[in-house]
């Protein structure tokens, strides 16, 4: 095959000399108002990952410069890949996201031990080795959530899991509490990767939302499965084997959970073309051919004002993501709390010792199985009436929306349940079932809104997922220092009401989504953008079909 062959089967395109460059990070930084609206546009538009040929701003600009894209049904292209191939890359997502929240509660039931071999006697700084691992949620995603889409996933996940690792044996051997509380907080850091950009990467596999739900929804299972096994593990082997032992397990789950990593490939399209572009400037010979990625404006300069604030952007500037963040956040907080409350209800009421008392998580696991089953029920009747062809299928608040609207009441009631029985002459089973409605609610909240996310964002979805994870694990690492002070001074029953009462109001945001939610986005740059964007694709694939079918006709005339 030719040079030239090879070049043309790839799809490059000619793009014509690059328009001076439409940069307003200084309004971005400083603050943006409705005024501000057009500058932020550009913006976005210009930090995007896919850019359109004419509106390229760089140094390499030749006026022979070639862009390569995806043709259609390229095998190379993700959203083309094998089903095997695509499994592997969610069961890999999933295995990493619980070792992350796994290493969130390891210590929960092992805090005792640690308090008396390290003599702490604070009631707060006995919480800091759960926060502190929390605090490394916040600030790890506004880095790995945006350098995924500068610097691609694979990488990403597998530095980040490496950190993980080593700072887990570290916390094995701290020699005091101050080194440990450190360990914790650099283990966080490289926990929260996933957290971040697992969801971008089923978004850059999976191109039609039955199948991303559906990859969301292990996700989700495993961000809540993970921190509900192991306080039972902390609770019998602490006591017996020592506290060490603890993050040894930890340890131990991760190294197993390398032999997978490995086979963990790159999901990111624009890494992806350039790997391609660079393949091809060195065939062919031609310097000039580029890959979108490539042409962007890079250095720390545009790392630190652009793709590092983007999160913080989405987070203020953005109505649902804002809002999203804040029920989340709530929920978020008051899972952490139960890890501060469980003891005071099962160890000071029942009686329980630290292992049992960690069995008592395990309705909410159950919870988490039947909200998966939920999720997979209502997707098949989503997709039976769109295959109907019913109007209110055509809302894309529809398609999440709906769980969130069955999620929140669940989880309110559970929080009622579960204060309200918590009695020595209640039996101890009552209020543990209690688990059952709000690990329920818990998992098909963050289905819902998490889903909503990710299709309302698309190729941002890494930095709106990394704005839902920093804001709630600020809720997640402070939350929980108010528990045994609220459970004391208020009593089970009214601290847990108090909850009930805050998530009562929340529940109102997804019924806002569903009645306002197309309006909402309406009025969003980045909604707006996407929304032209798939316009001109699909504009440009139908002209591509056109020429060709042309060619075709030249051909069999001249034939």
Known sequence: MSKRREANDVGLMKTPHSQQSRNALSRVVSGIDEADAGQRYNVEEADNKFPQPDSYSSSIAPADRKVISWTEGDPENPYNWSVTRKVNVVCI??????????????????????????NITSSYAKILPISMYLVGYILGPILFGPL???????????????????????????????????????????????????GGMYADVYNDPV????????????????????????????????????????????????????????????????????????????????????????????????????????????????????????????????????????????????????????????????????????????????????????????????????????????????????????????????????????????????????????????????AASCARSIAGAVLPFAATPMYHRLGVAWASSLLGFLSLGMCVIPFLFLWKGDRIRAGSRFCIYLKEKKEKELAHLEQEREVRRLNEGLVEEKV
């Open 211 to 466: 199948t991303r739900g559906r990859a969301m929804a292990t996700f989700m299972g495993g961000t809540c499965i993970g921190p509900i096994i192991t306080p039972a593990i902390s609770g019998f082997v602490a006591p017996s084997l020592g506290w060490r032992w603890v993050f040894w397990i930890g340890l131990i789950v991760a190294g197993v959970s390398w032999i997978p990593m490995f086979w963990l490939p790159e999901t990111y399209g624009p890494i992806l073309l350039a790997r391609r572009a660079a393949h091809l400037r060195k065939t062919t010979g031609n310097p000039n051919i580029f890959a979108p990625i490539e042409l962007e404006k890079k250095g720390w300069k545009q790392m630190a004002t652009v793709t590092l604030t983007r999160p913080l952007r989405m987070l203020f500037f953005e109505l649902i993501v804002l809002a999203t963040c804040l029920y989340l956040s709530l929920a978020y907080g008051i899972f952490y709390m139960y890890f501060e409350a469980y003891p005071i209800i099962f160890q000071d009421i029942y009686g329980h010792s630290l292992g049992v008392s960690g069995l008592m998580f395990i309705p909410i696991a159950g919870g988490t199985i039947a909200a998966i089953a939920v999720f997979l029920w209502y997707d098949s009747f989503l997709r039976k009436a769109q295959a109907q062809n019913k109007p209110w299928t055509l809302k894309e608040e529809s398609q999440r929306l709906p769980l969130a609207c069955i999620g929140g009441p669940m989880y309110v009631i559970a929080l009622f349940w579960l204060g309200w029985t918590a009695n020595k002459d209640i039996h101890w089973a009552v209020p543990m079932l209690a688990g059952l409605p709000f690990g329920m609610g818990f998992v098909l909240i963050f289905m819902a809104l998490l889903n909503y996310l990710t299709d309302a964002y698309e190729i941002f979805a890494a930095s709106a997922m990394a």
């Open 93 to 118: 997502g999933m295995l990493v996201v619980v070792n992350s929240t796994m290493g969130s509660s390891l210590p929960s039931n092992a805090i005792p031990a640690i308090s008396t071999y390290f």
């Open 148 to 198: 995924s889409e500068s610097y691609g996933r694979k990488g990403i996940m597998i530095s980040t899991f490496f950190g993980f690792t080593v700072f887990t044996m570290a916390c094995a051997l701290a020699p005091n509490y101050p080194a440990l509380l450190i360990f914790r907080i650099l283990t966080g850091i490289n926990a929260s990767s996933p957290i971040a950009v697992v």
